[in-house]
């Protein structure tokens, strides 16, 4: 049903005011995360799949990303909208990105979903394990 996504009807090669408030939330995040230690391994990684905004190692522990940034806390907030559909996504593209690094037959180090939520004021939290690949 084609019709009830989004468009973006902005001229090619502009960027609206809710990508440039995205990609300040995600380098607010990053900095958030470089603050507690992690070392940012990649930003925007894309696959067929789905996307992965951030990832990160965290001590040895490979850590994948979602930046959620919402205005309000209506339909759920932020944590809220990484909903059951939007995690399949993440941990396909997750395991694309592990082949892709480590290969199909090499085994891959400890991983873990987090999620970052921001809103207009800047990040509210960073949920550690948000959820697991099972």
């Known amino acids: 049903m084609s019709f009830l ?56 522990t490979l850590v994948f990303v979602e930046v959620r940034m919402r205005r309000s806390d209506g339909f759920g907030g932020a944590d809220g909208s990484v909903d059951v559909f939007k995690r399949r996504k993440l941990v396909r593209a997750a395991r694309h990105f592990l082949v892709q690094r480590f290969g199909a037959r090499s085994e891959p180090p400890p991983c873990r979903f987090d999620v970052i939520t921001a809103d207009g004021d800047g990040i509210r939290d960073w949920i550690r394990d948000a959820f697991t690949a099972d």
């Open 5 to 60: 996504r989004r468009r973006n009807h902005a001229r090619p090669g502009t960027t609206t005011a809710r990508q440039l408030a995205g990609d300040a939330a995600e380098a607010d995040a990053c900095t958030r995360l470089e603050n507690a230690g992690c070392r940012i391994l990649a930003r925007n990684v894309r696959f067929r799949e789905g996307e992965i905004d951030i990832v990160a190692d965290d001590g040895g």
